[in-house]
């Protein structure tokens, strides 16, 4: 990017809890563009992991356009890099569907953050986004979900889900759902929650003899397997899991 070129802010909504510091030298107009053919099942993992290649910095941006009764699935781990951002802007054709599963983890002073804008521009649209978050240290996790319903797109069944865990003071969790809906006969929905450990959870198995650092392991395996229960490939969704799992476990 040249260097003249414009940062965001965090006036902007978009970019409201991200890094912004970060970005300097990345391509901010360096979109994927992906183009599902109507009918067609397309699925994509992306994981961010401490590698080699690795960047400090990792920005993925995806424009995602979904054809007639096609369906999209995207998966997610972002678990490295001092900032990670997976953006993903997907517009949904007559009865198309987008199925999202992203977990964040991270400590430090990492910023790792999913934000997505889906837009239901046909009638009989359906989409769901599952998304969790476990930070320690001064780490940073954030979703930032919007969906536009026009005014045609009848019949639009459309859901967020997020919940943020954090393991120590210090981290921050950061949730921004948003619905702009312009059609009457609508089905949308969406929850966010932030908390901690369930602690009488944690004491019930100590008790049964269970060490502390399994007993976490447990408890926030339950918690970000959510996020991944429409991936029926076991052994990825397997892999996903035990990536973010061994990154909390190396931290803690």
């Given amino acids: 990017m040249p260097e003249t070129a414009e940062l965001p802010t965090r006036r902007e909504e978009a970019w409201r809890y991200s890094a912004v510091e970060r970005l300097q030298g990345e391509a901010l ?3 994927r563009l992906i ?3 109507a009918g067609e099942t397309f699925r994509e993992t992306l994981l961010i992991a401490d590698a080699a290649d690795t960047k400090p910095t990792e920005l993925h941006r995806w424009r995602v356009s979904v054809g007639e009764g096609a369906r999209c699935e995207i998966f997610a ?3 490295s ?3 990670a951002r997976l953006e993903i ?3 949904l054709g007559n009865g ?3 199925e999202l599963g992203g977990i964040t983890v991270g400590g430090r002073e990492t910023v790792r953050e999913i934000v997505t804008r889906t837009i239901h521009a046909e009638p009989e649209g359906t989409s769901n986004q599952t998304v969790r978050a476990v930070h320690w240290g001064h780490g940073t996790g954030n979703f930032l979900g919007n969906i536009d319903v026009v005014r045609h797109a009848q019949k639009t069944d459309a859901a967020q889900d997020f919940k943020g865990l954090l393991l120590e003071k210090g981290a921050s969790v950061n949730a921004v759902p948003q619905l702009e809906i312009f059609a009457d006969d609508v089905k949308c929905a ?3 929650s932030v908390g901690q450990l369930d602690e009488t959870a944690r004491f019930y198995m100590a008790a049964r003899g269970l060490s502390p650092d399994l007993a976490r392991r447990l408890l926030v395996q339950a918690f970000l397997g959510d996020a991944l229960v429409s991936l029926d490939d076991d052994e990825t969704r397997e892999s996903m899991m035990g990536i973010a799992l061994d990154k ?4 803690l």
């Fill in 35 to 37: 183009d599902i053919a």
């Fill in 190 to 192: 969406h929850g966010a």
């Fill in 248 to 251: 909390v476990d190396r931290a």
């Fill in 77 to 79: 781990v972002l678990s």
């Fill in 96 to 98: 198309a569907h987008f």
């Fill in 81 to 83: 890099a001092e900032f």
């Fill in 29 to 31: 107009d360096d979109w």
């Fill in 89 to 91: 802007e997907v517009t």
